[in-house]
């Protein structure tokens, strides 16, 4: 059974930076897809990041992270790392880290099974 505890949450001022952090048991991070989420009170949860299964694998990101947000694997640690710049009041939101045994990228809820309980990213205007 694949665990996941998400980390790392916080209040920033505007501009500044988190890096959240997913730690993986159950399997090791090259077998898993990977994907960070995000889901504010009365709206769906929606992706901003995802990397494919394997020591290299291909991520894809949503448009409003690009160029800020950029995931790392850390295979020593089987953990997935999320770093969060420059980040906006808009960024308010909790953070899910999911797991999927497929290789696929997937880019909805429906294609991952595994989730953990989140992590709250505050961000102060």
């Known amino acids: 059974q694949v665990q996941l505890v998400e980390s790392g949450g916080g209040s920033v001022q505007a501009g500044g930076a988190l890096s959240l952090d997913c730690a993986v048991s159950?399997?090791?991070?090259?077998?898993?897809?990977l994907a960070w989420f995000r889901q504010t009170p009365g709206k769906e949860r929606e992706l901003v990041t995802a990397w494919t299964r394997g020591t290299g694998g291909q991520s894809t990101y949503a448009d409003f992270v690009k160029g800020r947000f950029r995931p790392s694997k850390d295979f020593s640690k089987n953990s997935l790392r999320l770093h969060a710049l420059n980040l906006q009041p808009e960024d308010t939101a909790e953070y899910y880290c999911?797991?999927?045994?497929?290789?696929?990228?997937?880019?909805?809820?429906?294609?991952?099974?595994?989730w953990g309980r989140g992590t709250q990213v505050s961000v102060l205007a």
């Open positions: 159950g399997l090791t991070v090259d077998r898993l897809t």
């Open positions: 999911a797991a999927s045994e497929q290789s696929g990228l997937g880019l909805n809820v429906h294609d991952y099974k595994y």
